[in-house]
């Protein structure tokens, strides 16, 4: 049976992110890309084997247009998820993390928004957890996401144009700093808890209906395939 892929309901309404990102673009941000990408991936899959997989398995197996289309939605997924209008503190142990990797909360604050600022052209960037559970800071062009490295992501930053352009033009500093007060801190310790609890075997299987869970799910289901 085809799996059929959806458009995500945003987890707000699409005005409680102003002033810092208006209705407009959220708007043709999740109302046109985002559901572009959905549409397009559907009509990619029909037929074939990807038919039959969840988005994450889709991701880090396929390549082409259908990775195009199947990692922009999965990016667009986390990025939304991510944010939040009220505001929210990081996990004590996702703070003590941050310490150890990136020498302070606003260490890693400035080097996330350097990194961002920095990226040449559309991409995104990433906070994820690698096997052996440090932190890494990633950047990726065009749909570029952490599943291809095994990394586990935490957080992510949609620095292409269609982000932010209709509110602040070519002022992407502007952009994220303003999105960085919107970081639902609480969605990316929970991501972490959840890589630390997959890791030791306190869920097993994943039965969460998430995209970390997909990719838990796809991962155990390779090292089955592989043994």
Known sequence: MMMTHTL????????ALE??????????HHGKHHAGYINNLNKLIEGTTYADMN???VVVT?????????????????YFKGMKSETTTPSKQLVDLLNRDFG???????????TAAGLFGAGWVWLSVDGSGSL?????SNAGNPLLSAHTPLLTCDVWEHAYYIDYRNARPEYLEKWWGLVNWDFVSQNLEFFFESRHGFIDPCNENS???DYVDSVERTEHSNT
Do not use: R
């Open 55 to 57: 988005l994450a398995e």
């Open 136 to 140: 890494v800071l990633e950047s990726f």
């Open 19 to 28: 002033p810092h990102i208006s209705k407009e673009t959220l708007e043709y």
């Open 104 to 114: 302070s909360m606003e260490a890693f604050k400035e080097v996330f928004l350097k």
């Open 8 to 15: 995500m309901n945003l987890p707000f309404h699409d005005n």
């Open 211 to 213: 995209d970390l869970c």
């Open 62 to 78: 396929s390549e082409g247009g259908i990775f195009n289309n199947a990692a922009q939605v999965y990016n667009h997924n986390f």
